[in-house]
């Protein structure tokens, strides 16, 4: 089974992503924010996409702290 977690840092499209994951998550897009919702959720994998710069960098951040992301390192 696949579960979906979603972290989205604007309020703006909340209210338009709220039936597209099994969880949405709230949160600024930085490193701690987002190994804190990793710790909690365990993800077999993390699908960074969409966002710009902010999430690739995070992305790269999360490889290199053990998390499996499909960002560059």
Known sequence: MVTNIMINCNPETVSTDYDTSDRLYFEPLTLED????????????????????????VGARLKRNGVPSSAPA
């Open 34 to 57: 987002v190994l804190a919702v990793s710790r909690a959720g365990k993800p077999q994998g993390v699908i960074v996409q969409f966002g710009g710069q902010t999430p690739l960098n």
